[in-house]
């Protein structure tokens, strides 16, 4: 295949990028050769594949909710061509036979790589430490007890240090249960108004400094999961000052809306951890200015409409956001210049690939032909009524965006086509 006159992330004019035997063979002004599949790039940019490295798909178990298949549908419509799934499923990726499961069920659909992510204990229950070597053996990228925090120090600690034997990192989820104390939302202004229970800051922030102090403490690596309060911002800066091995992700959520958004009880905002207020919001944005924050991931979490379309108390937390991440990250970052093309690209697609040392995140020769071809100029209405995912649960619904997915090649075959 060979992709014409496509404007490159980093790389100055249009070229052509041709593929062979799912790699990048060579890039520059080519000739077509006698066979070869020419796509037409005119006006669009070629970005190295995204890549969302906190996404649930939900199966095994609750499939009513979103499956491999059409998980990896709405990844590849939204120029994912590598996702990473949480193991808070039933059974929970615990074991290497359940790690195997979904590697052969991502390779039946074929479309989008997917890479599991181990729990890091036991069926989650935070007693006892979960078969590591075996998950990483069967496929296994990283370990997260997602959705909750291991509660025992001890434990966590030692999580840390068999991850390491086995090249592997824990990815947190950041909250002290007791200190939520049953709160649904973030705890401020709108908390009041509505009477919803809310959750300080607090109970985000401590279980970052823990995982801050483990990572200093045992020179180990940690990355945070789904940042969303300034002063957690602000933790994760001081500690990468002094040289610890942390890194962190936030979501597109997080610097796009405000708690706010809960004042009409709208469940689609209802997310854990909480939408919080403006000034979380704008520390947000200045830590992926800075750096502080190095990824953006959807924390893709799917819902049947029966499981939002309840009280706000007994709703489910989560957006789906696999379709929407990159044309939110865009509009709300890179149009309004805080970060250039470049700079979100290694947000979303060269940085996952770093922490969790995958191949990819760049257009290079010999590099996987993972490609992500966009039309930054068009202007779209988030609609979920076309999403391909099951969950249709987004507080973007009517919210105008830029960036377009118009191509996701993934190892050299397109793998979506905007019709």
């Known amino acids: 295949m060979l992709l014409k006159n496509a404007q490159m992330v980093g790389k100055s004019g249009t070229g052509d990028i041709r593929i062979e035997s799912g790699v990048i063979a060579a890039l520059g002004k080519l000739s077509p050769k006698t066979g070869e599949e020419t796509v037409d790039c005119t006006g669009l940019w070629a970005l190295p594949g995204l890549i969302d490295m906190h996404v649930h798909l ?8 979103e499956d491999v298949e059409s998980g990896a549908r709405a990844a590849v419509k939204g120029g994912f061509t590598q996702i990473c799934c949480m193991p808070n499923t039933k059974p929970v990726v615990d074991n290497k036979v359940v790690v195997s499961y979904l590697v052969n069920r991502a390779k039946e659909v074929g479309l989008c790589k997917v890479h599991p992510i181990g729990a890091i204990t036991a069926g989650q229950d935070g007693e006892t430490l979960a078969a590591i070597g075996g998950m ?23 999580a840390m240090l068999y991850a390491s034997d086995f090249g592997l990192k824990c990815l947190c989820h950041c909250e002290d249960a007791a200190l939520v104390d049953g709160g649904v939302v ?19 922030d401590i279980m970052i400094a823990r995982e801050i102090c483990l990572a200093e403490s045992l020179g180990l690596p940690v990355h945070i999961c789904h940042v969303s309060t300034f002063s957690g911002v602000q933790l994760i800066r001081e500690a990468k000052a002094r040289g610890v091995q942390v890194t962190a992700e936030t979501c597109p959520h997080y610097f796009t809306l405000t708690d706010a958004a809960i004042g009409t009880f ?12 403006e000034k979380d919001r704008l520390a947000i944005i200045e830590g992926l200015r800075d750096g502080t924050l190095d990824v953006i991931a959807s924390d893709h979490a799917p819902h049947h409409a029966d499981d939002k379309n309840v009280e706000f108390n007994y709703a489910a937390f989560g957006i789906s956001g696999l379709e929407t991440s990159f044309a939110l990250s865009y509009t709300v970052l ?35 032909a993972d490609l992500t071809v966009v039309n930054l100029d068009e202007k ?26 118009k191509y996701t090649v993934v190892d050299g075959q397109i793998k979506y086509e905007e019709k």
């Open 380 to 405: 779209w209405t988030v609609d979920p009524a076309a999403f391909v995912s099951k969950g249709k649960n987004t507080p973007f619904a009517g919210m105008e965006v830029y960036g377009k997915v």
């Open 334 to 368: 890179v149009k309004s210049g805080i970060l250039t093309l470049a700079q979100l690209a290694e947000k979303m697609s060269a940085n996952p690939a770093h922490i969790l040392d995958l191949r990819g995140g760049e257009i290079a020769v010999g590099a996987p």
């Open 136 to 158: 990483k053996a069967a496929g296994a990228v990283a370990l997260s007890e997602d959705g909750k925090s291991v509660v025992n120090s001890h434990l966590m600690a030692n």
């Open 58 to 65: 939900r199966e095994p178990g609750f499939e009513r909710k």
């Open 186 to 204: 973030h705890e401020g202004y709108y908390s009041t108004l509505t009477g919803l229970k809310g959750s300080i800051r607090a109970a985000e």
């Open 266 to 277: 709208d469940t689609n905002a209802k997310v854990n951890p909480p939408l919080r207020e």
